[in-house]
């Protein structure tokens, strides 16, 4: 099979990385991948929001599978445009994607499915926000509607922070134009937060080994939030009863709930929760595998990636056989560009690589890096995923770390304290 993956950065490199490992898949193409994926697949200059491209693109190469990483081109509704022309595509379907794309559409859905969230109102008129924040208790999370790159989620201590975030997303519309048509505001839900994965083909589901992100930028949870400075997996929070819960009450539910209301929805089911005093809550769902969740996630997959996404792209997952996970855990720590999740600079030599090349279970997972004059550099601000996996969770963090000891460049910064809520639990 030749397979075609979407996108370019450490969880793009995680997918390619696993394809090329199936006896099922003979080529594999990236767009536009980066220079660590370039290793593994042919990369392509086309940009993952370039709909008609990739589409021409993978009639003329008879690609057989295609592979969605960024939610961008779900919410542009390429896999509604590929499966049009008879094209296997592995994703949700542009209405499908609100459950990402839409803040407030995935809400109401959560209420119409009975899904646990926290309480929240929507509002698009500036005043009418106003006149409900001026009665309302805090602390309370303002969130712009549409896509914001993780980026429109404000926590707000009292009505004049509250009146600010009103303002710079509905008014000042910092988180652009769509994302600023409407705001959800939610009540502010404490406990430790999870990701939790689910394939389907529209009917049954496949489990993926849960995570936890570190989505601030700097240790102890401080600093702005980012993409993700890093992740393992698995989380003791979600003991196994809890995990059964979250397939009870939320993966059968919004399955089901697609099913009712005949949303086509083949990809990946990905919760955002958080495990409150009062029970699991959903803070957010994503139409696509986490970043960089997937880069501990599929380290720890024995068997084949490839079934899994062609049978859910095919929309029939009934006779896959169960995968296998690798016991253990695996941990990424995220290295970025000084700056970042705010301006950075590009274009650094990165130093070191080679020395990663021979460590047993370690797999460095390129994001923003490019080639220049036979160089990698940074292009980006996340810039590198550095994983290991081992036995234990102690030493998967010392493998990740004895990682970041090899590689250098100007500018370079990560958190020392990736999985510090699980070992602080032992
Ligand atoms: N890890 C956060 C995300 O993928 O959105």
């Not at 712009?144 to 004049?160: E, H, M």
Request: glycine share 10%.
């Amino acid at each position: 099979m030749r397979v075609l993956v979407v996108g370019g950065g450490g969880r793009e490199h995680a997918l390619v990385w696993k394809l090329a490992q199936s006896s099922a898949v003979r080529e594999i193409f990236c767009a536009p991948g980066n220079a660590g994926i370039a290793s593994l697949a042919r990369c392509i200059p086309i940009e993952a929001d370039e709909n008609e491209k990739l589409l021409d693109f993978v009639r003329s190469q008879d690609i057989q599978l295609t592979v969605v990483g960024p939610e961008a081109p779900l919410m542009a509704g390429l896999t509604d445009l590929f499966r049009e022309n008879g094209l296997c595509i592995f994703g949700p379907s542009q209405k499908g994607a609100l459950l990402e794309g839409s803040k407030s559409w995935a809400k109401d859905f959560m209420v119409r499915h009975k899904i646990p969230t926290g309480d929240f109102k929507v509002f698009s008129s500036p005043n009418d926000a106003l006149s409900y924040l001026q009665k309302a208790s805090y602390p309370l999370v303002v969130k712009a509607d549409g896509l914001a790159a993780g980026k429109g989620v404000i926590i707000t201590r009292d009505f004049s922070e509250a009146a600010l975030a009103v303002k710079r997303i509905l008014e000042q519309k910092e988180f652009g134009s769509s994302a600023g048509e409407k705001i959800v505001v939610e009540e502010f839900l404490e406990g430790e937060e999870v990701s939790v994965f689910a394939v389907t083909d529209g009917t049954t589901y496949v489990v993926f080994p849960p995570a936890q992100d570190h989505k601030a930028a700097f240790e102890g949870d401080t600093g702005p939030n980012t993409g993700g400075m890093g992740a393992y997996s698995p989380p003791p929070a979600l003991t196994p009863e809890l995990e059964e819960e979250v397939n009870k009450k939320i993966f059968d539910a919004v399955i089901s709930g697609f099913q009712a209301e005949g949303i086509d929805y083949r990809g990946v089911i990905y919760g955002g929760l958080i495990l409150t005093s009062r029970g699991i809550k959903v803070l957010e769902f994503n139409a696509r595998f986490g970043d960089p969740e997937t880069q501990v996630i599929l380290p720890r997959l024995k068997s084949d990636l490839f079934p899994i996404l062609y049978g859910a792209a095919k929309g029939d997952l009934s006779s896959l056989a169960p995968p296998v996970w690798h016991p253990g855990a695996a941990v990424c720590v995220v290295m970025a560009s000084e700056g970042y999740p705010g301006k950075y600079e590009k274009n650094k030599v990165i130093y070191g690589l080679e020395k990663t090349k021979e460590m047993e279970n370690c797999f460095i997972f390129h994001a923003g890096t490019a080639f220049q004059n036979d160089r990698i550099v940074t292009s980006g601000g996340r810039v590198l995923n550095l994983t290991a996996w081992d036995f234990s969770l102690e030493n998967a963090v010392k493998r990740a770390y004895d990682l970041t000891g090899k590689i250098e460049f100007e500018g370079m910064y990560y958190r020392k304290d990736i999985a510090y809520r699980a070992l602080q639990r032992k």
